[in-house]
């Protein structure tokens, strides 16, 4: 098949830091292409690229706005609909350009690009293009009431997006389930799909690396639990803080790593306070953002369990990434991932039971730490996720020849 795969305009690919989405794109796109399709990403111009070996068409914009950051003030969602305009352009002269056999597959990320595809992209072009979307929001992980206004609000262009796709792959059974019921997307255009890790990447490190790790962290000694995503409310640190404490102040080893960029400057001197309050600020460490790939991946090595007490996910990659590395990963019911290998956890005194159980316990640790890492080469590799996704799309492709 030919794919174009397109990148959000959020920040170039490959990514820099903690973009879930171009890490997703990245992967997806080197899968696609290793199985022998013909894979074209389009992305953001950025002359600070990081080295790829990807074919990677370049959607040029104004020098002001060509910038590829994360802050989302005025001037990022100007660059973001300035993004989407362009890459309409780029995407029609490609679609021109196409033969007249087979359509080309054009799988979108984003709400804003896909909407403005089927917006301002003529529709004798958009008949040659066979349209995918996956939909990466965590918004539609609650209840449709609780939702209800936030979608009418921000994301009616999501919405719009995939009632006119061909194919929308959705990343938890609960999305799947608000799609067809309250916005009459047919359940036939509607396909659950896992995020893949790099099993490459993300991998136990040899004992002596770890050791090296800790010292470079100035964790020698120390037993750590670690938790890696946005410093805000929504990942909920100052959450698994509270989880924690009980099992920090009667084990003084005991440390709290978290890393990821910080959202909320108040929410994380929140997490701070708290700990001093509490008497543990020496056992909870603050990493920074750390750069995905390598460097990421010995941030998991040094930890023994990763907990991850979120309030709301679509599907999240870090819990993939620590299984991958080795570590048993400890969620709450409430997050209803379809993800299997985590431990799961309802309310507080269940997790200290499974912490107990399954952290404090070495032996138990250690097994479950090689059953993470065995479940996600078996069904997690990006490898078996493309396949998915062709499978899907050739399906459907079949269907609507038939």
């Known amino acids: 098949m030919r794919i174009f795969e397109i990148g959000t305009g959020y920040t170039s690919i ?3 830091k ?18 022998g399709h013909d894979v074209t990403i389009f992305d953001i111009a950025d002359p600070h690229r990081l080295p790829t070996c990807l074919p990677i ?12 950051d994360e802050s989302l003030g005025i001037k990022h969602k100007l660059k973001r609909v300035l993004y989407s305009l362009a890459l309409c352009r780029d995407l029609s002269v490609a679609l021109r350009q196409a033969g007249g056999g087979e359509r080309v597959v054009v799988h979108f990320h984003n709400q804003y690009n896909a909407c403005f595809f089927f917006t301002f992209v003529r529709k004798v072009l958009r008949r040659k293009a066979f349209v995918a979307y996956t939909n990466h929001s965590y918004i539609w992980h609650d209840n449709w009431e609780v939702i209800r206004d936030t979608v009418k ?126 008497g543990v600020e020496g056992q909870v460490v603050y990493g920074g953002e750390v750069t995905p790939g390598e460097t990421l991946n010995r941030y998991y090595n040094v930890a023994d369990a990763m907990v991850f007490p979120a309030r709301a996910e679509g599907f999240s990659l870090v819990i993939l ?12 019911r409430e997050l209803k991932l379809d993800l299997r290998g985590c431990v799961v956890y309802s309310g507080q005194d269940d997790f200290r039971s499974l912490f107990a159980s399954c952290v404090l316990d070495s032996a138990e640790c250690d097994r479950m730490a090689k059953q993470a890492r065995t479940t996600v080469e ?24 038939s």
């Open 153 to 278: 609000k921000r994301y009616f262009q999501e919405v719009k997006a995939m009632r006119e796709a061909d194919l929308c792959f959705v990343l938890n059974r609960q999305s799947v389930e608000t799609f067809s019921d309250f916005l009459d997307i047919p359940p036939d255009r509607l396909v659950q799909i896992a995020n893949g890790v790099d099993t490459d990447t993300y991998l136990p490190l040899a004992p002596a690396e770890i050791k090296a790790a800790k010292e470079g962290l100035d964790l020698s000694g120390k037993r750590v639990i670690v938790q890696v995503g946005s410093v805000c409310d929504r990942k909920n640190q100052l959450g698994a803080l509270e989880l924690l404490l009980p099992f920090m102040k009667e084990d003084a080893s005991l440390t709290y790593l978290y890393v990821g960029g910080v959202i909320d400057d108040q929410y994380q001197a929140k997490i701070m306070n708290r700990a001093a309050e509490e």
């Open 57 to 68: 068409h370049e959607v040029k914009l104004p020098r002001l706005l060509s910038f590829t």
């Open 18 to 35: 903690g973009a879930a989405t171009e890490i997703v794109v990245e992967n997806l796109a080197k899968a696609l292409t290793a199985q």
């Open 378 to 401: 078996s069904e997690y590799s990006w490898n078996a996720i493309a396949g998915e996704y062709v499978s899907s799309i050739q399906a459907h492709l079949s269907d609507n020849r």
């Open 321 to 332: 990434e620590a299984m991958a590395a080795g570590l048993p990963v400890i969620v709450p």
């Open 14 to 16: 490959p990514a820099n």
